[in-house]
C-alpha cells in the first residue's frame, strides 16, 4: 500500500504511538500564528529550555517557566470517572503536584496540563475561577449565587480541543455563549511530557488566552484568584457537564460521589491568589478550617475547638470581625479563655486556623451566633438514615430550620445543599435534591455514625442526635480518669484504640480528640469550673456512636490544713490550732 505523503502527516501528527520514540520536550502539535509565538517564544519547536528536550526535570527545563497551581496532593494516575485510565483526560502528576501548571507573561495567561495521553479526539479542558472567595450553598463562605451545577465558579476557559479556546462568564449559571473566542488552532499546542506514568509518555496540552479577556470580565491582575482543573469527555465546558473525566490534583474516587464534593476540596485547598503573583506560585496549601465546640451563650469567657492540625497550630478568635485572641492546637483541641468583657447576645463568633507550613484558613470559619436562646434539639425517634440520605418523619423538626450532618471527628458533611425542615417538621439530607426519595439517588454517606443538628432563625445550633447507618456494631463506653480538678488543664481516658472521643460538658461539646493506638485518649488544654459535668463518648469509624460515660462532676481542690503555733510541752495539750 502506498500513503501519500500529506497521510503520512497526518498519521505522524495524530497517532500516539509514532509518538513513542519523540525527544521529551518536543512540540508534535504546534499552534498556528499568531499563538505560536506565545506558546513557542524561539520558536524551535520544542517547550523544553533547548533543543536537547527535557532530561532531569520538565519543571526545571522549561522554557516557559510554568508553575503549578495548588492542589490538596499528587495526582493518581488511573482515577478519572468516565474515560480510559492514563488516557487523555487523565490528569497525572511528575511526583511534584503538577498535574496543571500556569503562567503569566504579562499579557497573556497561559496553561499547561499533563496528561497520560494524547489523541485527536475532541475533548475538553477546564479552569474554572473563582474570583470572589465565596462557595457553596452553605457554610462560612458561601456564594450568594451558588447552584447545584455550579457551587461558586465565576469564569472557565476552556480548551476544547479541535474547535479552540474559550472563556465563559458563569457566575451563578451554566455557560452560555463565550464572553471571548479564539477558533481553531492558534491558541493551544501539544508537546511531549518528560514523565512516563503507565509504563508510557505523558503529553502537556498548553492553551493560552489574553488577559484582556478576563479584564472585560472586571478581573484585574490584583484579583485574587482560586483555580480548579477538570476534563471532560465532550468538547463542552464543565460546568453543567455531566461527564466530567478527572479533577487535578485529587483522588476522584474519595473526594466524593459528585463534582460539587470534588470542586469544594479543591477550591478550599487554594489560597487566593492574584494573577500577578501566580509565577512565584499560589504559595502553601490552605489551612483547614477549625471547629467551635457547641452553642455559645451570654455571659461566656472562653471558647472551645477543636482542629485536625498538628499541634503548634495558631487559632484566632474573631469577635464581630475583631481579633480577641489566639489559642495553639494540642491534641486536636485548643481554647482560648478569660475573654473580656464576656460574650453577649448577637456577638458573631469566627476562628482562623494556620497549620505550620500552610497559609491561614478562611477569615469567617465556622461563623457561631452568642445567643440566650438554642433550638431545641431533633426528635430522635423519628430520624433514620442510609447511604443515599437521612430522613426525619413528620414531626422530626421545626419547619423552616435549617438540618446539618457532622460526621464522628465533627466535620460539617457538605452535600453542597441548604437543607430545610418542611412545614409538616419532616425533612429529607441527601446530595441529589431531584430524588425525593430516603432510598434513592446517589450515595452521599459511607457507612458509620452521624450526628444530626437543626438551626431555627437567629437561634442558635441545636445539640445534636446520633443515627447509625449500615452498621449494628455499637463502640465501646469510654472511660475519664478521675479525679478531675477545677484547676486540671487537661482531661484523659481510655477508649477503643483509634476512636473518636466526644468530651461533653453537660450536654455541650467540650472537644473532640482521637484515641491513639493503645486507646489513651487526652483533650488539652481546658478550662473547667467546680461543679462542672463531664462525660465522654466514643465511636470507632464504621461503628454507631457508643452511650455516653457515667457523668463525673469537676472538684475543687482541696488545700491541706497548716497546723499554727508551738506544741512542744510535758503538760497535756487541750487545743491545737
Given at each position: ?170 457566575d451563578g449559571t451554566c455557560p452560555g455563549p463565550p464572553s471571548a473566542s ?309 482531661i484523659s481516658g481510655t477508649a477503643s484504640p483509634t476512636a473518636a472521643v ?76
Open positions: 500500500m502506498i500513503y501519500h505523503k500529506s497521510t503520512l502527516l497526518r498519521l505522524f501528527l495524530f497517532c500516539p504511538f509514532f509518538l513513542l520514540g519523540q525527544t521529551p520536550g518536543i512540540v508534535f502539535e504546534p499552534a498556528i500564528a499568531p499563538g505560536n509565538a506565545v506558546l513557542d517564544p524561539n520558536a524551535d519547536g520544542y517547550v523544553s529550555a533547548t533543543l536537547s528536550g527535557f532530561s532531569a526535570s520538565d519543571l526545571l527545563e522549561s522554557e516557559i517557566p510554568y508553575v503549578p497551581l495548588a492542589f490538596a496532593g499528587n495526582e493518581p494516575p488511573s482515577d478519572p470517572g468516565p474515560g480510559p485510565t492514563c488516557g487523555f483526560t487523565d490528569f497525572v502528576d511528575s511526583g511534584n503536584e503538577d498535574p496543571a501548571m500556569v503562567y503569566y507573561d504579562g499579557t497573556n495567561l497561559l496553561f499547561r496540563m499533563r496528561l497520560g495521553n494524547a489523541v485527536p479526539n475532541a475533548k475538553g479542558y477546564s479552569a474554572l475561577i473563582d474570583t470572589d472567595q465565596l462557595f457553596g450553598l452553605t457554610g462560612y463562605n458561601a456564594d450568594p449565587n451558588a447552584t447545584v451545577d455550579n457551587p461558586g465558579f465565576e469564569i472557565e476557559v476552556c480548551l476544547l480541543t479541535n474547535f479552540g479556546v474559550f472563556v465563559y462568564n458563569i479564539f477558533a481553531g488552532h492558534t491558541n493551544y499546542q501539544k508537546s511531549v511530557a518528560l514523565t512516563a506514568n503507565c509504563g508510557d509518555a505523558d503529553y502537556f496540552y498548553e492553551f493560552y488566552i489574553p488577559f484582556s479577556a478576563l479584564a472585560a470580565l472586571g478581573i484585574t491582575p490584583l484579583t485574587p484568584l482560586r483555580i480548579a482543573i477538570a476534563s471532560t469527555m465532550n468538547p463542552q465546558p464543565a460546568i453543567c457537564n455531566g461527564v466530567i473525566s478527572d479533577f487535578a490534583g485529587i483522588d476522584d474516587n474519595l473526594c466524593g460521589s459528585n463534582a460539587w464534593e470534588c470542586f469544594t476540596d479543591i477550591i478550599s485547598n487554594f489560597p487566593p491568589t492574584p494573577t500577578v503573583d501566580l509565577n512565584n506560585g499560589p504559595g502553601p496549601d490552605m489551612s483547614v478550617c477549625p471547629m467551635i465546640n457547641g452553642n455559645l451563650s451570654a455571659g461566656a469567657t472562653s471558647v472551645s475547638g477543636t482542629s485536625g492540625h498538628a499541634n503548634g497550630t495558631l487559632i484566632k478568635v474573631f469577635k464581630n470581625a475583631a481579633l480577641i485572641g489566639t489559642a495553639t492546637v494540642i491534641s486536636g483541641a485548643w481554647t482560648l479563655s478569660g475573654i473580656s468583657p464576656a460574650l453577649a447576645v448577637g456577638d458573631i463568633i469566627t476562628a482562623t486556623a494556620t497549620a505550620p507550613g500552610n497559609s491561614e484558613s478562611f477569615s469567617a470559619c465556622n461563623v457561631t451566633p452568642v445567643s440566650a436562646v438554642c433550638t431545641v434539639p431533633l426528635i430522635s425517634g423519628l430520624v433514620s438514615g442510609s447511604v443515599k440520605a437521612v430522613c426525619g418523619s413528620t414531626g422530626a423538626g421545626i419547619p423552616g430550620a435549617v438540618v446539618k450532618i457532622y460526621n464522628q471527628y465533627g466535620a460539617y458533611v457538605d452535600n453542597g445543599l441548604v437543607i430545610t425542615v418542611e412545614p409538616d417538621g419532616s425533612f429529607l439530607w441527601k446530595c441529589n435534591a431531584s430524588t425525593l426519595n430516603c432510598s434513592s439517588g446517589p450515595n452521599c454517606l459511607t457507612d458509620g455514625a452521624y450526628y444530626v443538628t437543626q438551626t431555627s432563625g437567629s437561634e442558635c445550633e441545636s445539640d445534636g442526635i446520633w443515627i447509625c447507618i449500615g452498621t449494628s456494631v455499637t463502640t465501646p463506653v469510654p472511660t475519664i480518669n478521675t479525679p478531675v480538678y477545677n484547676t486540671s488543664t487537661s466526644w468530651v461533653w460538658s453537660g450536654n455541650s461539646v467540650l472537644g473532640i480528640v482521637t484515641a491513639d493506638g493503645l486507646g489513651i485518649w487526652t483533650l488539652s488544654p481546658v478550662s473547667l469550673s467546680i461543679g462542672q459535668t463531664l462525660s465522654a463518648q466514643a465511636i470507632v469509624i464504621l461503628q454507631c456512636a457508643s452511650a455516653r460515660s457515667t457523668p463525673i462532676t469537676v472538684s475543687g481542690v482541696i488545700t491541706p490544713p497548716v497546723i499554727t503555733g508551738s506544741y512542744c510541752t510535758a503538760g497535756i495539750l487541750t487545743s491545737v490550732t
